[in-house]
């Protein structure tokens, strides 16, 4: 009896090192969520799956169910997302997007819109370069958005004024506040910053980049979509401790360069 084979496109969100060369991935596909996959000798040279085995490779797929699991039969790399994977820093950020993404998504859920965001946000980093800190404050909105956990920014949720003087992000109640409102204990934001978030969360998916912030519009844009995951999901991530310890390194290296 033959074997069923499934075609996919996927990007690997994890991978597993097992046996003497195999790999067990964790793929999102648009179809089929996140699934298990095997990748039998993918750590060999020899292999031709060994490209689609990494981390952030986002390819076409053969899948062939065996015993229970997805078999990697046979794969096409589409694209490796160079421009990531040649940064440290844009590698540990796309290594968190991949770690947040698996976090949130399931086995056997339609996850097109999710695989998109993904993919956008790491062509966005590698591609066409926009702020590191954009995209993963953009990223992080627009997920949690997509996942029911979309913040409501449309006017304070205790007057209903719709550009509050002094707006605050409630972080645990994920709604907007005027600070005369009782916004104690939450996050201030500043009129570009709440603007910008709107945008991520109720904009067109297409045009989620396309626009660019004041340094302290960015901050607490960033500060804001940070702790507002944190609060959603209840956890750290090892990734995104990682990626800023690599940032913070970085500015300061440069910063003592210009001094000298």
Same mark, same amino acid.
């Given at each position: 009896?033959?074997?069923? *084979?499934?075609?996919?496109?996927?990007?690997?969100?994890?991978?597993?090192? #097992?046996?003497? %060369?195999?790999?067990?991935? $964790?793929? &999102? $596909?648009?179809?089929?969520?996140?699934?298990?996959?095997?990748?039998?000798?993918?750590?060999?040279?020899? %292999?031709?799956?060994?490209?689609?085995?990494?981390?952030?490779?986002?390819?076409?797929?053969?899948?062939?169910?065996?015993?229970?699991? =997805?078999?990697?039969?046979?794969?096409?790399?589409?694209?490796?997302?160079?421009?990531?994977? =040649?940064?440290?820093? &844009? @590698?540990?950020?796309?290594?968190?997007?991949?770690?947040?993404?698996? +976090?949130?998504?399931?086995?056997? #859920?339609? %996850?097109?819109?999710?695989?998109?965001?993904?993919?956008?946000?790491?062509?966005?980093?590698?591609?066409? =370069?926009?702020?590191?800190?954009?995209?993963?404050?953009?990223?992080? @909105?627009?997920?949690?958005?997509?996942?029911?956990?979309?913040?409501?920014?449309?006017?304070?949720?205790?007057?209903?004024?719709?550009?509050?003087?002094?707006?605050? @992000?409630?972080?645990?109640?994920?709604? @907007?506040?005027?600070?005369?409102?009782?916004?104690?204990?939450? &996050?201030?934001? $500043?009129?570009?910053?709440?603007?910008?978030?709107? *945008?991520?969360?109720?904009?067109?998916?297409? *045009?989620?980049? %396309?626009?660019?912030? +004041?340094?302290?519009?960015?901050?607490?844009?960033?500060?804001?979509?940070?702790?507002?995951?944190?609060?959603?999901?209840? *956890?750290?991530?090892? $990734?995104?401790?990682?990626?800023?310890?690599?940032?913070? #390194?970085? +500015? #300061?290296?440069?910063?003592?360069?210009?001094?000298?």
């Amino acid at each position: 009896m033959a074997r069923e *084979r499934t075609v996919v496109q996927g990007i690997v969100l994890r991978g597993v090192d #097992t046996k003497e %060369s195999d790999r067990i991935l $964790t793929v &999102l $596909t648009a179809q089929m969520g996140k699934v298990a996959v095997v990748a039998k000798g993918a750590r060999s040279r020899r %292999s031709r799956v060994t490209a689609a085995a990494q981390l952030l490779a986002y390819s076409d797929m053969v899948l062939t169910e065996s015993h229970g699991w =997805q078999i990697l039969s046979e794969a096409s790399t589409i694209t490796l997302f160079d421009g990531v994977r =040649q940064d440290v820093v &844009l @590698l540990s950020l796309g290594s968190y997007f991949a770690d947040l993404t698996e +976090s949130v998504t399931f086995e056997g #859920t339609e %996850s097109g819109e999710i695989l998109s965001l993904l993919l956008n946000a790491l062509y966005a980093l590698g591609t066409l =370069q926009k702020p590191p800190e954009l995209v993963r404050a953009a990223f992080e @909105l627009r997920l949690m958005s997509l996942v029911g956990f979309a913040p409501l920014l449309d006017g304070c949720a205790v007057c209903g004024e719709a550009d509050p003087a002094e707006p605050v @992000l409630d972080i645990r109640g994920g709604v @907007l506040r005027c600070r005369r409102c009782g916004g104690e204990g939450g &996050l201030s934001l $500043t009129p570009g910053a709440l603007a910008a978030m709107r *945008r991520v969360v109720y904009g067109d998916a297409k *045009r989620l980049y %396309s626009f660019t912030l +004041s340094p302290e519009d960015q901050k607490r844009m960033s500060l804001a979509a940070e702790a507002y995951v944190r609060a959603m999901l209840e *956890r750290d991530f090892r $990734t995104l401790d990682f990626y800023k310890s690599l940032r913070g #390194t970085i +500015s #300061t290296a440069e910063s003592v360069k210009n001094k000298n």
